[in-house]
């Protein structure tokens, strides 16, 4: 079993997790609803991008900006059209991907004793939720930080190279699994047609919307 401080520290990572998304997803909602509040924080946020990478020595800040306009464009539109179904696929799909994160660390040597399943989803959850609009494709290597540093933090120094290996062996998963997945739905969604779009029925779908 965990001792005593490790699980005081998954409590402390799964209660800073609920605050943030709390905060968080009322951060989104203002968002999405207000065009002066994405332009606020697209302001702010690329001023303190710009500081960041100055005391890094580093002259080109990301486009937190640009991110947070285009998170508000595509967020926005995809509540308008599909609502609620749309937020719950969106989290059960999280809840898919923590477990897969549970089995890659088992798969690397990382006992339950030292890192419950409810201690992953934690710090899964607040990696979400830290991550949650992204300014660089893949994260650019920030969310695999993140996890290694909250499952340390839990599991003890001695797990680090196991919890390091399961963080990218999930990263694989991530990346690979859904390919294969999406070719055989687009096979069954599309029965009876070509697997991909023709040009006629793309200029047919242009023209039609």
Same mark, same amino acid.
């Given at each position: 079993?965990?001792?005593?401080?490790?699980?005081?520290?998954?409590?402390? &990572? @799964? +209660?800073?997790?609920?605050?943030? =998304?709390?905060?968080? /997803?009322? !951060?989104? #909602? %203002?968002?999405?609803?207000?065009?002066?509040?994405?332009?606020?924080?697209?302001?702010?946020?690329?001023?303190?991008?710009?500081?960041?990478?100055?005391?890094?020595?580093?002259?080109?800040?990301?486009?937190?900006?640009?991110?947070?306009?285009?998170?508000?464009?595509?967020?926005?539109?995809?509540?308008?059209?599909?609502?609620?179904?749309? &937020? @719950? +696929?969106?989290?059960?799909?999280? =809840?898919?991907?923590? /477990?897969? !994160?549970? #089995? %890659?660390?088992?798969?690397?040597?990382?006992?339950?004793?030292?890192?419950?399943?409810?201690?992953?989803?934690?710090?899964?959850?607040?990696?979400?939720?830290?991550?949650?609009?992204?300014?660089?494709?893949?994260?650019?290597?920030?969310?695999?930080?993140?996890?290694?540093?909250?499952?340390?933090?839990?599991?003890?120094?001695?797990?680090?190279? @196991? +919890?390091?290996?399961?963080?990218?062996?999930?990263?694989?998963?991530?990346?690979?699994?859904?390919?294969?997945?999406?070719?055989?739905?687009?096979?069954?969604?599309?029965?009876?047609?070509?697997?991909?779009?023709?040009?006629?029925?793309?200029?047919?779908?242009?023209?039609?919307?």
């Amino acid at each position: 079993m965990p001792d005593t401080e490790n699980a005081g520290t998954a409590w402390t &990572i @799964a +209660i800073i997790s609920v605050i943030a =998304f709390f905060l968080v /997803t009322g !951060l989104i #909602v %203002a968002i999405v609803r207000s065009q002066r509040v994405a332009d606020w924080l697209g302001a702010r946020g690329q001023s303190l991008a710009s500081w960041v990478m100055r005391r890094l020595g580093r002259k080109e800040a990301p486009n937190v900006d640009g991110a947070i306009h285009r998170f508000r464009d595509q967020l926005g539109e995809v509540i308008r059209r599909r609502g609620l179904a749309s &937020i @719950a +696929i969106a989290i059960a799909s999280q =809840f898919v991907w923590a /477990t897969v !994160l549970v #089995v %890659a660390l088992w798969m690397c040597g990382v006992p339950e004793s030292a890192l419950s399943p409810a201690a992953v989803f934690a710090v899964y959850g607040l990696v979400m939720v830290i991550t949650i609009i992204p300014l660089s494709p893949g994260g650019a290597g920030v969310p695999e930080l993140l996890f290694i540093t909250g499952l340390t933090a839990i599991a003890g120094d001695q797990y680090n190279a @196991a +919890i390091t290996a399961g963080v990218f062996l999930y990263r694989l998963y991530y990346w690979f699994l859904p390919i294969p997945l999406a070719w055989i739905l687009l096979k069954v969604a599309r029965r009876g047609k070509p697997m991909l779009p023709t040009t006629a029925e793309l200029r047919a779908k242009a023209h039609g919307a």
